[in-house]
C-alpha cells in the first residue's frame, strides 16, 4: 500500500519502484498510464462510468457515492489487478490491512473479488490523495470520517498485474 497526494507525483517517480532491479516494465507503464489520466483529467467533473485506457489492462472508473459507516463495510482484496484509489472531491476513510492478517473467504475470479474478515487501520484520503492497492492488501473502502456519511467523487483506476 501506497498513499500520498497526486501533486507529489513526478513525472516516473512511482513507476521507478517497479522497475528497478529488474521489475515489470509493463506494469511500471500501466501505472503511469493510470497517474496520467488522474493528472490530465478532471474527475470532480466527470460523470460516473467506466473509460478504458488500455483495454482491460488499464480502466477508469468513475464514482459518485456517499461514504458510509464503518459497520456497513467490507474488507476485499483482488488478485488480477492493483487498485489506484484517488478521491477527487469529499473525504473518507480507506482501510488497509494486509491480506495475511485477516480471515479470507472464497475468491470470485469472474468478479476479481476476494471478501475477508477482521481489523486494520484506516488513513485519511481527503480530496487530492490516492492510494494503491497490491493484490497483498486487504482494503475497505468509501467509510465515512467520524461516521458522517458525505458525497464522494472518486476514480478507481484497475491497473492489470499480468497480461
Do not use: C
Request: aromatic share 10%; charged share 20%.
Amino acid at each position: 500500500m501506497i498513499i500520498d497526494q497526486l501533486s507529489n507525483i513526478p513525472s516516473d517517480f512511482y513507476a521507478g519502484l517497479f522497475t528497478k532491479h529488474g521489475g515489470n516494465f509493463k506494469l511500471a507503464d500501466r501505472l503511469m498510464l493510470a497517474f496520467r489520466f488522474l493528472q490530465n483529467h478532471d474527475p470532480a467533473t466527470a460523470q460516473p462510468g467506466t473509460t478504458e485506457l488500455d483495454g482491460t489492462q488499464v480502466y477508469a472508473m468513475v464514482q459518485h457515492y456517499d461514504s458510509k459507516p464503518r459497520a456497513k463495510g467490507m474488507w476485499e482484496a483482488h488478485r488480477k489487478y492493483i487498485d489506484v484509489q484517488y478521491v477527487a472531491a469529499g473525504e473518507e476513510l480507506m482501510g488497509y490491512v494486509n491480506l495475511g492478517h485477516v480471515k479470507a473467504g472464497p475468491y470470485d475470479a469472474s468478479k476479481d473479488f476476494l471478501l475477508a474478515e477482521g481489523d486494520g487501520n484506516f488513513p485519511h484520503m481527503p480530496a487530492g490523495t490516492f492510494i494503491i492497492l497490491t493484490p497483498q492488501d486487504a482494503h475497505m473502502p468509501q467509510i465515512a470520517v467520524n461516521d458522517q456519511p458525505q458525497p464522494v467523487k472518486k476514480v478507481v483506476v484497475k491497473v492489470a498485474v499480468d497480461d
